[in-house]
């Protein structure tokens, strides 16, 4: 079955950028149609499964590589999140939207990998510098800049700061929920990002 699998998504990556017009794998707009699609997939349709790729693989790619900032990587990581998505999805009960809960499996093997990787996270005491509203103002100015050189800015962070600015500054996490992906405290995740936006602001200076 994973092989049948990684022929879907290999076969799907090969169009997934393919601008066509019509065709039975493609995913209509709506929340009823993709819950058609994720039973049609529960029950084993491999079109249905391919359609649901077709339509998130860029956004679960894009997710992947703010976060461990390696196109091929990135593709590894695409591919292992449907994987997973595949092997899981009899646990999937509606009880949110399905985009929802691939974004989780997406943000929980990226960080995995982190794991894997390094040693994301570095404790600071509690007493550590805080996050204010002027400093929240300056990272969304910021990220009105050239796109380009914010990427690169954003991908040449270490990873633990790149992890937790992408999921607070760019994902919309808070700390609660950033502390739980990484585990550590609420406290560090807001010294960490607090970090992350001061070097982010060397590397736009730079």
């Known amino acids: 079955m994973c ?3 990684i022929q879907v998504c290999a076969q799907a990556h090969n169009v997934v950028r393919a601008e066509s ?3 039975s794998c493609r995913m209509r707009s709506g929340r009823e149609d993709e819950s058609s699609l994720v039973e049609a997939v529960q029950q084993g349709d491999l079109t249905a499964f391919e359609a649901l790729f077709l339509h998130y693989k860029g956004r679960v ?3 992947c590589y703010r976060l461990v900032s390696d196109t ?3 593709e590894d990581l695409t591919q292992e999140v449907f994987l997973l998505v595949y092997r899981k999805i009899h646990a999937f009960r509606g009880e949110c939207a399905f985009s929802t809960w691939l974004h989780r499996v997406a943000v929980n093997t990226a960080l995995m990998h982190l794991r894997r990787k390094t040693d994301m996270l570095q404790e600071l005491p509690p007493d550590g510098p805080q996050v204010g509203s002027s400093l ?3 990272a969304t100015t910021e990220l009105n800049l050239d796109r380009i050189h914010m990427d690169r800015s954003i991908a040449a962070l ?4 790149r992890a937790v600015f992408v999921l607070h500054d760019v994902e919309g996490y808070d700390h609660e929920e950033i502390a739980k992906y990484l585990g550590c405290t609420p406290g560090t995740s ?3 990002l607090h970090k992350a936006r001061l070097k982010l602001r060397e590397l736009l200076k730079g």
């Not at 270490?158 to 700061?161: A, E, I, L, R, S």
């Open 21 to 23: 017009g019509s065709g």
């Open 136 to 138: 929240q103002t300056e």
């Open 3 to 5: 092989y049948q699998i």
């Open 158 to 161: 270490p990873p633990g700061y």
């Open 72 to 74: 091929g990587i990135a």
């Open 61 to 63: 790619y894009s997710l």
């Open 190 to 192: 807001k010294s960490q």
